[in-house]
């Protein structure tokens, strides 16, 4: 899987999310927490921009009357018709064995790691002799 350098990490603050175009996919890479997770920016039912929805916890209830919120800042319901997804995995919360969002491995790498590359010229030794230029193979 190649690595695509997208945007400086505090551009995301927590709990803030963001859209990034990959190699013609948008992508939306949400904060929690200081933790960043990637998915698709399409919910699977009908195609809605799931960045555009609420960030939000789930209720959860043990009975009746007694519901509670959980997991605050971790779900993205989809503006169109509120289906919940879970941002850190990008499964749906209603069907979690059958639907789910595209999710990407997101890492932060320090700008001199991205400048230096994985890749280095080949060189060789250069010298002058009576003002010629003498390469070493």
């Given at each position: 899987?190649?690595?695509?350098?997208?945007?400086?990490?505090?551009?995301?603050?927590?709990?803030?999310?963001?859209?990034?175009?990959?190699?013609?996919?948008?992508?939306?890479?949400?904060?929690?927490?200081?933790?960043?997770?990637?998915?698709?920016?399409?919910?699977?039912?009908?195609?809605?921009?799931?960045?555009?929805?609420?960030?939000?916890?789930i209720?959860?209830?043990?009975?009746?009357?007694?519901?509670?919120?959980?997991r605050?800042?971790?779900?993205?319901?989809?503006?169109?018709?509120?289906?919940?997804?879970?941002?850190?995995?990008?499964?749906?919360?209603?069907?979690?064995?059958?639907?789910?969002?595209?999710?990407?491995?997101?890492?932060?790498t320090?700008?001199?790691?991205?400048?230096?590359?994985?890749?280095?010229?080949?060189?060789?030794?250069v010298?002058?002799?009576?003002?010629?230029?003498?390469?070493?193979?």
């Open positions: 899987m190649a690595k695509h350098v997208v945007g400086k990490a505090e551009d995301v603050g927590p709990g803030m999310r963001k859209v990034f175009e990959v190699r013609g996919r948008p992508i939306v890479i949400f904060n929690v927490d200081g933790d960043y997770f990637a998915l698709l920016n399409r919910c699977p039912h009908q195609s809605a921009e799931l960045s555009m929805g609420l960030i939000s916890g209720a959860t209830a043990d009975e009746p009357g007694h519901v509670q919120c959980s605050r800042g971790e779900f993205i319901r989809c503006p169109w018709h509120g289906w919940e997804f879970d941002i850190r995995t990008g499964q749906s919360w209603c069907d979690p064995g059958r639907i789910s969002v595209k999710q990407y491995p997101v890492s932060i320090a700008g001199a790691e991205l400048v230096e590359g994985p890749y280095k010229a080949e060189t060789f030794p010298s002058i002799e009576d003002s010629y230029l003498v390469v070493d193979l």
